[in-house]
């Protein structure tokens, strides 16, 4: 009788246990003992009390004390509220466990009395108007719809593309504003000096001027020399200082930001790289995108999985046949990828004496047709900009010849093209920086310099999407059979490169907003039709790409290479001060805010000698070399910090993929504890049904 009850005790995790009419006691009983067997409750027990356990564990009084034990310990069964303030609604559980935290709400109001009740009800509805509000500002994001479909029909990664360019139109709007509580409202409110050139479109003013920068624009607001010094002219308010504490704060605040984009993007990329790699089943069973919404994206979204399963597999014989090389061949790939790489950087040195060529050229004075002219002048922007469309595309050919992965060679292609873009961009200043020492007001010179390259940068994608992509894609529709639209092939949307195209576009604002105050209006412009333009390439000319972009670990780098041209653009900026305060002896005048010999160290020096002393020998500690000191150890300390919660959040991460394997392990053990109790449920059934079949013919016999 004792077997039989033990027979139907193992039925109560069976499909025929909701018929069992055993009582709860038991099936407590039952469960407590299983959950004690886990591996992941064996795990965490030392070795000793694991073994001292496991014997007494089958009787009936240990299983009700270990179920004592861990009921009330922190490894308890169940389901927990452990936000009991969070909305229902966005906890992520199923429907009955919702139910069951609703139910274990209301047991809890009746326990915490009215108050208690009161403030985590108004903490719920807080919370889900917040929601609320955010999903409908979310709507409210220009180009939401937009973005959408582009997701829909490319993937996430050409998303990331428009995603980041709308960022960087947020980012101009915030120095556009800066700019204008700082410079141009300051100047339009006082006024400019007496001896000011009146702004009028004069006679010997044209149209070619606005895209020379030369004349009429040349007096306008977007260049250094309109902002002199007006009535506003107290020794710590006045125009020069407010003109650098504009610039200076747009590239604080720029810093912070891409700082922060940065980190984020890293930290991302970190948690999902190759220490935290996900297997394949993840990839198949979890890499559906469910925003989804036309049968042919749903076959395009198929097929991107195929391809991140094959570009998986790719990765993983490389890794086989990269480990199977000899000595021999090892060596003869060396070579090869020297002598690439030596044409590499012969093809970035013939790049760097094409800039420095058409710089000199550029600055001749020569009387030409304006045609001519204009050409000339714009020779720089044109030389860098074929150098930046036609070199990437080479490199990208290199890189499939030196026996890389796939994303090695994308990796090589992007820092080959990030140094040929930041050193030609850093070229081209270096020889407008030489030539323009020499001449009068050197900083509206270098400014149109910038502008040319912002305006050129423009017209380049212009014509690339009406004159180039448009007129292929006509070509392809119309004539899909001729020789033409064989050897052009399909046009796909090459992210990276148009994303360096961004970078690049960002970076000459950054460097030119000293001498060009407006370049972040001309280059919020620039970037929304730039959107809409791309919007049209991307929707009307192009397929989608065969093999899936990893847009989470390239944005890394692109956020990187921002950071870089940052930097280019206060390197540009100190250079500039330096340069101004050498002419000083050489009797050259400056223009603008800095005219009539002043510079940015004497105006500020004249700003700290009209503070009181106790400001004074503040500023001047902050500057002096016994501040340096204690700046160190704060950042020693800072770092130390941040070093050490960053190693405590890495062996967290390694305490929960444990926790994840264990309860892989778990899931394994209660398989097996089910198929088990299910042969023992049949075991009975067939000795009985057998011991029936025996009985029944002896009975017939007697009978």
Same mark, same amino acid.
């Given at each position: 009788?004792?077997?039989?009850?033990?027979?139907?005790?193992?039925?109560?995790?069976?499909?025929?246990?909701?018929?069992?009419?055993?009582?709860?006691?038991?099936?407590?009983?039952?469960?407590?003992?299983?959950?004690?067997?886990?591996?992941?409750?064996?795990?965490?027990?030392?070795?000793?009390?694991?073994?001292?356990?496991?014997?007494?564990?089958?009787?009936?009084?240990?299983?009700?004390?270990?179920?004592?034990?861990?009921?009330?310990?922190?490894?308890?069964?169940?389901?927990?509220?452990?936000?009991?303030?969070?909305?229902?609604?966005?906890?992520?559980?199923?429907?009955?466990?919702?139910?069951?935290?609703?139910?274990?709400?209301?047991?809890?109001?009746?326990?915490?009395?009215?108050?208690?009740?009161?403030?985590?009800?108004?903490?719920?509805?807080?919370?889900?108007?917040?929601?609320?509000?955010?999903?409908?500002?979310?709507?409210?994001?220009?180009?939401?719809?937009?973005?959408?479909?582009?997701?829909?029909?490319?993937?996430?990664?050409?998303?990331?593309?428009?995603?980041?360019?709308?960022?960087?139109?947020?980012?101009?709007?915030?120095?556009?504003?800066?700019?204008?509580?700082?410079?141009?409202?300051?100047?339009?409110?006082?006024?400019?000096?007496?001896?000011?050139?009146? !702004? +009028? &479109?004069?006679? #010997?003013?044209? @149209? *070619?001027?606005?895209?020379? =920068?030369?004349? %009429? $624009?040349?007096?306008?607001?977007?260049?250094?020399?309109?902002?002199?010094?007006?009535?506003?002219?107290?020794?710590?308010?006045?125009?020069?200082?407010?003109?650098?504490?504009?610039?200076?704060?747009?590239?604080?605040?720029?810093?912070?930001?891409?700082?922060?984009?940065?980190?984020?993007?890293?930290?991302?990329?970190?948690?999902?790289?190759?220490?935290?790699?996900?297997?394949?089943?993840?990839?198949?069973?979890?890499?559906?995108?469910?925003?989804?919404?036309?049968?042919?994206?749903?076959?395009?979204?198929?097929?991107?999985?195929?391809?991140?399963?094959?570009?998986?597999?790719?990765?993983?014989?490389?890794?086989?046949?990269?480990?199977?090389?000899?000595?021999?061949?090892?060596?003869?790939?060396?070579? !090869? +990828? &020297?002598?690439? #790489?030596?044409? @590499? *950087?012969?093809?970035?040195? =013939?790049?760097? %004496? $094409?800039?420095?060529?058409?710089?000199?050229?550029?600055?001749?004075?020569?009387?030409?047709?304006?045609?001519?002219?204009?050409?000339?002048?714009?020779?720089?922007?044109?030389?860098?900009?074929?150098?930046?469309?036609?070199?990437?595309?080479?490199?990208?050919?290199?890189?499939?010849?030196?026996?890389?992965?796939?994303?090695?060679?994308?990796?090589?292609?992007?820092?080959?093209?990030?140094?040929?873009?930041?050193?030609?961009?850093?070229?081209?200043?270096?020889?407008?920086?030489?030539?323009?020492?020499?001449?009068?007001?050197?900083?509206?010179?270098?400014?149109?310099?910038?502008?040319?390259?912002?305006?050129?940068?423009?017209?380049?994608?212009?014509?690339?999407?009406?004159?180039?992509?448009?007129?292929?894609?006509?070509?392809?529709?119309?004539?899909?059979?001729?020789?033409?639209?064989?050897?052009?092939?399909?046009?796909?949307?090459?992210?990276?490169?148009?994303?360096?195209?961004?970078?690049?576009?960002?970076?000459?604002?950054?460097?030119?907003?000293?001498?060009?105050?407006?370049?972040?209006?001309?280059?919020?412009?620039?970037?929304?039709?730039?959107?809409?333009?791309?919007?049209?390439?991307?929707?009307?000319?192009?397929?989608?790409?065969?093999?899936?972009?990893?847009?989470?670990?390239?944005?890394?780098?692109?956020?990187?290479?921002?950071?870089?041209?940052?930097?280019?653009?206060?390197?540009?900026?100190?250079?500039?001060?330096?340069?101004?305060?050498?002419?000083?002896?050489?009797?050259?005048?400056?223009?603008?805010?800095?005219?009539?010999?002043?510079?940015?160290?004497?105006?500020?020096?004249?700003?700290?000698?009209?503070?009181?002393?106790?400001?004074?020998?503040?500023?001047?500690?902050?500057?002096?070399?016994?501040?340096?000191?204690?700046?160190?150890?704060?950042?020693?300390?800072?770092?130390?910090?941040?070093?050490?919660?960053?190693?405590?959040?890495?062996?967290?991460?390694?305490?929960?993929?444990?926790?994840?394997?264990?309860?892989?392990?778990?899931?394994?053990?209660?398989?097996?504890?089910?198929?088990?109790?299910?042969?023992?449920?049949?075991?009975?059934?067939?000795?009985?049904?057998?011991?029936?079949?025996?009985?029944?013919?002896?009975?017939?016999?007697?009978?």
């Amino acid at each position: 009788m004792e077997e039989h009850n033990t027979v139907n005790f193992m039925r109560l995790l069976s499909d025929e246990s909701t018929h069992s009419t055993l009582s709860s006691d038991s099936c407590e009983y039952y469960q407590t003992e299983i959950f004690d067997q886990l591996p992941s409750v064996q795990a965490i027990r030392p070795e000793q009390n694991r073994q001292d356990f496991c014997e007494p564990c089958q009787a009936h009084q240990g299983g009700l004390q270990a179920g004592e034990r861990i009921s009330h310990g922190p490894l308890s069964r169940g389901p927990k509220d452990k936000t009991p303030t969070q909305p229902l609604r966005g906890l992520a559980m199923c429907i009955q466990g919702k139910r069951d935290a609703r139910e274990r709400r209301k047991m809890q109001i009746s326990n915490v009395g009215f108050w208690e009740s009161w403030r985590r009800n108004q903490s719920i509805t807080r919370k889900r108007i917040w929601a609320q509000m955010r999903g409908a500002l979310s709507g409210l994001l220009p180009w939401q719809h937009t973005l959408h479909a582009i997701e829909g029909r490319f993937g996430v990664g050409v998303k990331a593309y428009f995603v980041f360019l709308r960022y960087l139109v947020y980012l101009n709007l915030l120095h556009c504003a800066l700019i204008w509580g700082f410079i141009l409202g300051p100047t339009t409110f006082y006024g400019r000096s007496n001896s000011s050139e009146p !702004l +009028r &479109f004069g006679g #010997n003013d044209s @149209v *070619l001027d606005f895209f020379l =920068g030369s004349g %009429y $624009l040349d007096r306008s607001p977007v260049f250094f020399g309109f902002y002199t010094r007006g009535s506003l002219n107290l020794p710590c308010l006045n125009t020069p200082l407010l003109y650098l504490a504009g610039i200076l704060t747009i590239l604080f605040l720029s810093l912070i930001m891409v700082v922060r984009r940065t980190t984020v993007g890293y930290k991302h990329t970190w948690m999902l790289g190759k220490r935290y790699s996900m297997n394949v089943s993840y990839k198949i069973f979890c890499g559906w995108d469910f925003t989804i919404q036309y049968p042919a994206a749903a076959a395009l979204k198929h097929s991107f999985i195929r391809n991140d399963l094959k570009l998986y597999l790719e990765e993983q014989s490389f890794s086989l046949r990269e480990a199977q090389r000899t000595l021999g061949q090892r060596a003869l790939l060396y070579l !090869l +990828r &020297f002598v690439l #790489n030596l044409l @590499v *950087l012969s093809l970035l040195g =013939g790049a760097f %004496y $094409l800039i420095y060529f058409a710089t000199e050229t550029s600055q001749k004075e020569n009387e030409h047709y304006w045609l001519v002219s204009l050409v000339l002048q714009y020779l720089p922007p044109i030389t860098i900009t074929f150098v930046n469309l036609f070199l990437p595309h080479v490199f990208r050919k290199i890189s499939s010849f030196e026996d890389y992965s796939f994303t090695a060679q994308v990796n090589a292609t992007l820092v080959r093209s990030i140094f040929l873009k930041l050193a030609s961009l850093g070229i081209y200043l270096f020889f407008v920086f030489r030539t323009t020492e020499s001449q009068q007001c050197r900083e509206n010179r270098f400014g149109r310099e910038m502008y040319k390259l912002c305006i050129f940068n423009f017209l380049a994608t212009f014509c690339n999407a009406f004159l180039l992509s448009y007129p292929r894609k006509l070509v392809q529709e119309k004539y899909p059979s001729s020789l033409l639209a064989r050897l052009s092939g399909k046009q796909r949307f090459l992210i990276p490169f148009n994303v360096l195209d961004l970078v690049y576009s960002q970076t000459v604002s950054w460097v030119g907003v000293y001498y060009c105050p407006l370049l972040p209006l001309i280059g919020t412009v620039t970037l929304m039709a730039t959107f809409y333009i791309k919007k049209f390439t991307v929707l009307r000319c192009c397929v989608a790409e065969q093999r899936m972009f990893r847009a989470s670990s390239s944005s890394v780098l692109f956020h990187f290479m921002l950071l870089l041209g940052l930097f280019m653009a206060a390197a540009t900026l100190g250079f500039n001060f330096y340069q101004q305060e050498a002419t000083l002896d050489i009797n050259m005048t400056s223009c603008g805010a800095f005219g009539n010999g002043e510079t940015v160290f004497n105006v500020t020096g004249v700003c700290v000698d009209s503070l009181p002393r106790p400001a004074q020998n503040a500023l001047h500690y902050l500057s002096s070399e016994a501040f340096a000191l204690p700046l160190i150890l704060a950042e020693i300390i800072i770092l130390t910090s941040y070093l050490s919660r960053g190693r405590a959040n890495q062996k967290a991460i390694e305490r929960l993929k444990d926790m994840l394997v264990m309860s892989s392990s778990d899931k394994r053990f209660l398989v097996k504890q089910h198929a088990t109790m299910l042969r023992r449920q049949r075991k009975p059934r067939t000795v009985h049904s057998t011991a029936i079949e025996e009985d029944a013919p002896s009975s017939s016999h007697t009978n």
